[in-house]
């Protein structure tokens, strides 16, 4: 309602969206590169692997920065979505380099996993590389 009668809504809450959105794509693909990386596949302790902290940083690192670049130009007559323009080219910039990644992790993972885990991994591989892209 607040919408149809300023033509802008409540900022607070688009804020509030934009900023769940980004958590819940931090929280999946750093799931995915964690799971590229062997996590409870060839190992299931966290500790000896301390890299992990780095790769979640990173993640979450590319993800504010798009969710903040979002709202450089928001509500300009000529932008349709929130990724038009620089924001979008970045942002496509930023996921094939994590996709590239995973892509790297996942061929590493696959040459040491037990042969029966073989199914999964493929699965994984298409099902995360579809989402990531």
């Known amino acids: 309602m607040v919408y149809y009668f300023n033509g802008m809504g409540?900022?607070?809450?688009?804020?509030?969206?934009?900023v769940f959105a980004v958590l819940s794509q931090v929280l999946i693909i750093s799931l995915i590169i964690m799971l590229a990386y062997g996590w409870t596949i060839t190992f299931s302790n966290l500790h000896e692997h301390g890299y992990f902290a780095m790769e979640i940083g990173?993640?979450?690192?590319?993800?504010?920065?798009i969710a903040a670049l979002t709202f450089i130009d928001n509500g300009e007559h000529h932008k349709y979505h929130d990724f038009e323009g620089f924001q979008g080219l970045l942002l496509v910039?930023?996921?094939?380099?994590m996709f590239?990644?995973?892509?790297y992790k996942v061929r590493e993972t696959l040459k040491i996993v037990a042969r029966k885990n073989i199914p999964f991994m493929k699965g994984f591989i298409v099902s995360s590389s579809i989402y990531m892209l």
Do not use: A, N, P, W
């Open 10 to 18: 409540i900022y607070f809450l688009d804020y509030l969206s934009t």
């Open 93 to 97: 910039l930023l996921r094939l380099g």
């Open 58 to 65: 990173g993640t979450v690192l590319i993800h504010v920065l």
């Open 100 to 103: 590239g990644f995973f892509q």
